[in-house]
């Protein structure tokens, strides 16, 4: 069964940067979709960033230009990095994976097998 295993989060001020990391178990190009979503204290899960099976990207309102979504296929790892950061930024992030996906599903955190554990990102004022 696919696993994912995130790393990266933690503690940053406004204006700076994180990388998130996504590692899979399994193969992920042409097989998987892979989603970033976040959600923040009382507050729904909230949608960041896609990267379809052919490698094609997809990002939540307002979070392009500021977040990019990339694979390594060789090393089956997604990455998210978020530069230009404010504290509305702060949530527990998720990846999520699923083979099934359609592109109008790709926003629906719901329509997602499998998930990471989460990571936490704080940014300060």
């Known amino acids: 069964q696919m696993q994912l295993v995130q790393s990266g989060g933690g503690l940053v001020q406004a204006g700076g940067s994180l990388r998130l990391s996504c590692a899979a178990s399994e193969r992920l190009a042409h097989r998987y979709v892979v989603g970033w979503f976040r959600q923040a204290s009382g507050k729904e899960r909230e949608f960041v960033a896609a990267?379809?099976?052919?490698?094609?990207?997809y990002y939540g309102d307002s979070l392009r230009g500021r977040f990019t979504i990339s694979r390594d296929s060789s090393k089956n790892k997604v990455d998210l990095q978020m530069n230009d950061l404010n504290p509305e930024d702060t949530a527990v992030y998720y990846c999520?994976?699923?083979?099934?996906?359609?592109?109008?599903?790709?926003?629906?955190?719901?329509?997602?097998?499998?998930w990471g554990q989460g990571t936490q990102v704080t940014v300060s004022s």
């Open positions: 990267i379809g099976r052919n490698g094609h990207t």
């Open positions: 999520a994976a699923d083979q099934r996906l359609i592109l109008s599903s790709y926003t629906q955190h719901t329509q997602y097998d499998y």
